[in-house]
């Protein structure tokens, strides 16, 4: 596709249980990034992927929080025993190409943890 | 934490009028954009600008820098209904593009 895609675009679930978030970054892009954003609020950072590089994971709030990347393709983030404060949205972004400093993000998945 | 602070926080205008949005941010930079969120979901970048680029224009949109106060203004003019939207400054820190770091983002409403 043309642009980055996310899915699924919403996900309900029970406190305790394991998530899987996917992101399908603009092909060719080497940089993928993953945010997390809660209502009303700017953009948290939580982890970036260049190339084959060790990713930055610097902004991942626990343990609970992991993402992986295969190359230069997909990318999953999984929350392991997700909690109510959990619940937000949760951007990807890719860059690469000739607009080398710009983000382009994928619509978006929200979140919520009854 | 937030690099970047904008203000204000929310702000209505009437369709025609000039929309002007502040950014602060805290530490040196190689570059600022601006981004729009449309109904909490994914960004679309507008615009750029490099720390040594003091103003810059694309469009309807004009964005001036001032590195010494650590600041930048986004500036909409003739506003239309299309435009409302959150507007965020996100600063690149690290004069490699790996890192964005995003402020908390003005509600613009323009209103008919």
């Known amino acids: 596709g043309a642009g980055v895609s996310q899915s699924p675009s919403n996900k309900v679930t029970e406190k305790g249980k394991d998530v899987e978030l996917r992101c399908d970054p603009i092909s060719g892009h080497t940089a993928l990034y993953w945010y997390r954003q809660r209502l009303g609020q700017g953009l948290e950072f939580l982890i970036y992927f260049q190339g084959n590089s060790a990713p930055d994971k610097s902004g991942l709030p626990s343990d609970r929080f992991s993402a992986e990347r295969t190359g230069e393709s997909v990318s999953t983030l999984t929350i392991q025993r997700t909690q109510q404060e959990d619940s937000a949205v949760y951007l990807c972004?890719?860059?690469?190409?000739?607009?080398?400093?710009?983000?382009?993000f994928g619509p978006g998945t929200r979140l919520t943890v009854l | 934490s937030q690099q970047g602070e904008e203000d204000p926080q929310a702000l209505s205008i009437q369709e025609g009028e000039n929309a002007t949005m502040n950014c602060s941010y805290k530490t040196s930079i190689n570059n600022l954009q601006w981004y729009r969120q449309n109904s909490g979901r994914g960004l679309v970048h507008l615009i750029l600008?490099?720390?040594?680029?003091r103003e810059k224009h694309s469009g309807r949109l004009r964005v001036t820098l001032d590195t010494s106060k650590k600041s930048s203004s986004l500036l909409i003019t003739a506003s239309r209904a299309a435009d409302t939207a959150s507007y965020f400054c996100?600063?690149?820190?690290?004069?490699?593009?790996?890192?964005?770091?995003f402020g908390t983002g003005t509600r613009l409403q323009v209103t008919l």
């Open positions: 600008i490099r720390s040594n680029e």
């Open positions: 972004a890719s860059r690469g190409g000739f607009s080398y400093n710009e983000q382009f």
């Open positions: 996100a600063t690149d820190a690290s004069g490699t593009a790996s890192k964005l770091t």
